[in-house]
């Protein structure tokens, strides 16, 4: 597996949620599906925080400074109802792990990481896991935006 492959298959697998990011109003952010807790801005901004952290962490950015505040107040507390904050914020996290996805060496895949988080996988399982979690929560926030109030 190579580092430019990684890279397009994530630049792919975002497009659930950028599809979305087109349509999304500043009205949607605040929509939830009760009873679950979470609304739309809170989700996207979710997003934001774990790319930025699995490409510090994962990915060893070094220049990269996050505050995940979502996972800091751990529920939503109603604040992410600015549209272009949010959206300035997600360019930002993807464009970080790429940059920090293309500086990998194509043999590193293998290489085990360990986070409190997932535990031990290969770089190559961690990348699965940042696929899969973007894509889960473009789901949810699709599901919002159809249902949710």
Known sequence: MTT??????????RTRLTT?????TEIDLT?????????VGFLLRHIGDVELLFAK???????I????????DGKDSGTWTNLEE?????????????????????????????????????KAEAFGR????TAYHSGQIAILLKYGK
């Open 4 to 13: 430019n492959l990684i890279n397009q298959a994530y630049s792919e697998a």
């Open 20 to 24: 979305l990011l087109e349509i999304i």
């Open 31 to 39: 929509k939830k599906l009760q009873p679950a807790p979470n609304s």
């Open 57 to 63: 962490n994962v990915f060893h950015g070094s220049d």
């Open 65 to 72: 400074h996050v505050v995940a505040k979502t996972l800091i």
């Open 86 to 122: 949010i959206n300035t914020y997600l360019q930002k996290a993807y464009h970080s792990l790429i940059e920090v996805i293309k500086t990998q060496p194509d043999n590193s895949w293998s290489e085990l990481i360990t986070t409190k988080e997932f535990g031990t996988k290969t």
């Open 130 to 133: 940042i696929v899969s979690h």
